[in-house]
């Protein structure tokens, strides 16, 4: 019920401001028609004005060029006359859609592959044996699942993914993670306690190096790119850790308990080492032991998988595709969720919900006294739950405004590493085993969410101010 009402609202409320927009402004007269069939790239005119009219900054901007960009609107000369343009930064419903489906698509061959890879680890023997090995820790997290049973080890799978940054790979373990907890729910249309703990985990977004990131700031000129890198990694953990004690806490887990602490205490120092070890890498360097690290453990897993087929003298390629025609199904199965969850979000970013959120913000800090350099660096953060690739676009646009090195494109970095995609994680996870009542998993997810983002502006003014 509360993943439904909150698709209802935000299709209200991107409705609702869709229209005063209409009625206040004349020139959002085609609003409704960029909501519908606008694509990311179209041009709006929004204004004309003559030349003499037009602000300074303006006309001193066309004094060299035919074309000037300030803020969201790009001005060009004609004559006497300046035409004031804006492009639309995202597409309408109906190319949505389309890039719902073509998103399924492209997770059916990953999919298919990591699902045919699991099954042979399943049948090896492998996943009994990683849910053996983290069963001190993962059943004192998770009571509800026994010791030794299969999803432990898909859960484990999924966060090493993670953690290296092997998004191709983390879905397909994260889903088969949650077939497996479904097995164990008594409801089966109700998210179980344990799906929605690891469900809070997964989105909370801990990667070990954002190569992502530090490869936009490098792309940009940043003087030193890898410079958020330290910010980045403690605000990822941070927001890890409260998705953890707030669901715990939800759910009366105990984690005052000595096992738990050491576990906690292993990885927290473990997580510090690496991180120190990292931090004086170059650039280059960092980059190359990222692709080590990961692709390297990702072919060793492939290695280890096979090599035990053999060994336990299984039909390897008869179990392969066993497995792979789950993940087809799977993936054709999260269209709906998918096509319905990104229209909504589509619908209230098209609509301008966002930037009045945003501007709201700007005005009530700089009423309040206090310094507004971080709100410019939040529409990252506002945007990330939503979607991951408009936010990386929103992170790219800050540094590209005020500059790579400045306060609020370093902030918009750390943003943008310190979570994952909340909305799109609940659609397609929950989707994919028939989840329509996710209780307070969107809730403990924002409320992390916000962890995160408070502990990332704290970072960046200790960092960088």
């Known amino acids: 019920m509360a993943l439904s009402r909150l698709w209802s609202a935000f299709i209200l409320i991107a409705l609702l401001v869709a229209t005063f927009q209409f009625v206040s402004n004349p ?3 085609a609003i409704f028609s960029q909501m519908v ?5 179209d041009s709006t005119k929004v204004g ?9 900054s303006v006309i001193s901007g066309l004094s060299t060029s035919n074309r000037y960009t300030e803020g969201k609107l790009t001005y060009r000369r004609e004559g006497d006359q300046v035409i004031a343009v804006r492009h639309q930064s995202v597409n309408g419903i109906l190319e949505t859609c389309k890039d ?7 997770l059916i061959g990953v999919m298919t592959l990591f699902m045919g890879l699991m099954q042979i680890a399943e049948k090896a023997g492998g996943v009994r044996f990683l849910s053996r090995l983290i069963a001190p820790f993962f ?15 898909h859960m484990m799978m999924n966060f090493s993914a993670n953690l290296l940054g092997l998004d191709n790979a983390a879905t397909p373990f994260g889903l088969k993670a949650m077939e497996s907890l479904q097995t164990l729910n008594p409801s089966a249309d109700r998210a179980s306690n344990a799906q929605i703990l690891f469900l809070c985990l997964h989105a909370s977004g801990l990667t070990l190096i954002p190569v992502t990131i530090i490869a936009m700031r490098a792309g940009l000129g940043a003087a030193n790119p890898t410079d958020i890198f330290i910010p980045c990694m403690i605000a990822t953990y941070v927001a890890t850790l409260a998705a953890l004690i707030i669901v715990s806490w ?32 170059t650039r280059a360097d960092l980059e190359s032991v990222s692709g080590l690290i ?3 453990l990702l072919l060793l897993i492939v290695f280890l998988i096979v090599l035990g087929g053999v060994y336990k003298k299984i039909d390897l390629f008869s179990a392969f595709v066993e497995g792979a025609k789950g993940g087809f199904e799977t993936a054709v199965r999260i269209i709906p969720y998918l096509v319905g969850m990104l229209v909504a979000i589509s619908m209230l970013r098209v609509s301008g919900s966002f930037d009045a959120i945003i501007d709201g913000m700007k005005y009530l800090f700089g009423a309040m006294g206090a310094d507004t350099r971080f709100v410019d660096g939040l529409p990252t953060a506002l945007v990330k739950p939503f979607s991951g690739g408009a936010a990386r676009g929103l992170m790219a646009d800050t540094m590209k405004t005020f500059g790579p090195d400045s306060f609020a494109g370093k902030l918009s970095c750390i943003l943008q590493g310190s979570s994952d995609t909340t909305f799109y994680i609940v659609a397609v996870y929950f989707g994919s085993v028939g989840i329509k009542n996710t209780r307070y998993a969107i809730g403990s997810m924002l409320l992390a969410d916000l962890v995160g983002i408070i502990t990332s502006i704290g970072l960046a003014y200790l960092f960088f101010a």
């Open 37 to 41: 069939i606008g694509k990311s790239g």
């Open 139 to 153: 059943t004192r997290i998770f009571p509800e699942v026994p010791a030794g049973h299969p999803a432990h080890g």
């Open 294 to 296: 990961g692709n390297g």
């Open 27 to 29: 020139a959002e007269k």
């Open 250 to 281: 939800k759910q009366g887990i105990r984690l005052f308990q000595p096992v738990l602490f050491l576990w906690i205490g292993v990885a927290s120092v473990l997580v510090a080492g690496l991180v120190l070890f990292l931090a004086n890498l």
């Open 48 to 56: 004309e004005m003559t030349l003499s009219q037009a602000p300074a």
């Open 100 to 106: 719902a489906v073509n998103l399924c698509l492209g």
